[in-house]
C-alpha cells in the first residue's frame, strides 16, 4: 500500500505533519505490512484537510480521507487492506475532483515533490531530455506557438509570441525569469505548484532556456513562501546533481542553470520590470515602457519572462504537442486554468479546470456552492486588478476576453466566492486599501490617488459621504486609470468601477443626502 498525506502549506498548517508522523510511526512498527507512507503535495480540497490518499489496491480508485487526526492514524492504518474508514472518507466522485482536468497539477498530491526520482517515474524531465537531444530550438518554440498557451500571470500575452521575440534576438546573453511573486490576496495557486511539482516549473524553464538560447535563469519568490523556496532549492540541487540541469544537460553542448531570487515582500515586484529591478540589486520600483523585457530587460538583455503556471505546462505541450493542448478550452483561451476558490465557498482549495468552463459550474458544483443556506453575491476574479461579477455573469464562460468585456480579469487565479452577507463597497474599499499600501510611490497619480479613493471609499463606507464625493471617486477613477506608470495603479480603479457597475446601489444606499 502507498499512503499518500499532503503535506503542503494549507495541510501542514491543519496539522498533516503530525498524521505523516503518526503514520510512519504504525509503518515502522508494522514493518513487514509493506506500507508505503509517502508526503505528497497539495491535493487540492484544502477546506477539508489534513488530507490523506491511500493507493487502490482492495478498491476501484483509490481512498481519500479528510480532516484526519493524529489520532484518527490508528484506526485509518488498521483499516488498510479491508474495508475504507467510512467515518473519515472524503468521496472522489464528487464534482471538486470529477468536472477538474490536470495538466498543471498532473503530478500534485501525487509524488513527493522532494523526490526527483519520483517526478522522473512520472515522465518527469523526458520532455527536456527529448528536446536537448533530438529537437531544435525552434521545433521547441513552434509547439509552444502552436498550442496557444497565453501567460497566466494575469496578462494573457501569447507566450509563444513572447518567446519568439527573445529568441530572434541576436544578442549573447539572455535569461529566463519565472516569476513567482505571487501577491493578489486569496491567491495561492503558485504556491501550491511549487510546494506540489518544482521539477515541472524548472524543467518548463530550461525548455524556455532551449528555446530562446538562455543559459542563465531565475525564480524570483516571495520570502513569504518558506515550504516552496525550501523545496525549489532542493529540487535545483538534485537535478543539477543529475545532469538535468546546471552544464551540459544530458551530455549536450546546452547548459542551464537557475538561481533563485527572494522578494522582500514588495506587491509591486510582481511587476515585471520592479521585479528585474529587484533581481539587479536595485529598489524594486516598475519603469515605463517600452522597452520591454523580451526585447531589454535584466542588465538590458533580452529576457523571457512567465509566471510559475505558464512554464509548468510546457513540459506537457512538449510532450504532448501543441495541436494536444490546443484541442482543450476555447479559441482564444486554450488549455486549463488553474483557481484558488476561497471567500465563501462550501470546498475552497486548488483547482484546474478547462478554459470555458462556466463561471456557475466552478461556484456551485466544485465549489458546492454557498454554505448556510445563504445566497450567492459575485465572485472576484483577478485580485486588487480585477473585478466583481455577479450572478447575472455566473453562466459567462472563464475566457480572458469575455472575463474582460465584464468588467473584470482572469489575472494569475484567484477567486473569492462572496454571499449576500458581503458589502461590496467594503470589498472597493479593502482592495483599495491594499493598493494604497502597496504602491510604490514613484509616480503621483497612483501615489496620491490611491489615498485619495480610499480616503472616499472609507466616508462612503461610514455612511459620511454625499453624491459629490462619489462623483469625486469616479473622476479619480478615470484618472488614476489613465495616468499610471504601471499596472498597479492603471488597474487600482478596477474593483471599484466593477462594484458600482453592479452594485452601485449599495453605494447609493449609504449616501447622505447634500446639505
Ligand atoms: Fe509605483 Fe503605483 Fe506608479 Fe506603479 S502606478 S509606478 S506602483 S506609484
Redesign the pocket.
Known sequence: HCVRVCMAASCQSSGAGAVLEGLRQHAKQDADGGVHVKPVGCMGLCSAGPLVSVDATETKTDVMYKDVTPDDTGDLYASLGGAPLERLRCPTDIPFFACQQRIVLKNSGIIDPEHLDDYIAAGGYSSLVRAVTELTPADVLREVKQSGLRGRGGGGYPAGLKWSTVAMSPEPHKFVICNADEGDPGAFMDRAVLESDPHRVLEGMALAGYAIGAEHAYVYIRAEYPLAVERLKKAIKQATKKGLLGRRISDTTFNFEIEIRLGAGAF?CG?ETALMASIQGLRG??RPRPPYPAEEGLWECPTLINNVETLANIPSILDRGGDWFKGIGTETSTGTKVFALAGRIANSGLIEVPMGIRLREIVEQIGGGIPDGRRFKAVQTGGPSGGCLPEQHLDMPVEYDTLRSAGSIMGSGGMIVMDETSSMVDVARYFMEFCMTE?????V???AGTVQMHGLLDKIAEGLATQADLDLLEELCDVVQAT???G???TAPNPVLSTLRYFRHEYDEKLRPES
Not at 504602491?439 to 509616480?443: L, Q
Request: positive net charge; contains cysteine; proline residues 11%.
Open positions: 509591486v511587476e520600483q516598475p504602491s510604490c510611490g514613484k509616480c497619480p497612483c501615489r499610471s506608470l504601471c498597479l495603479g492603471q
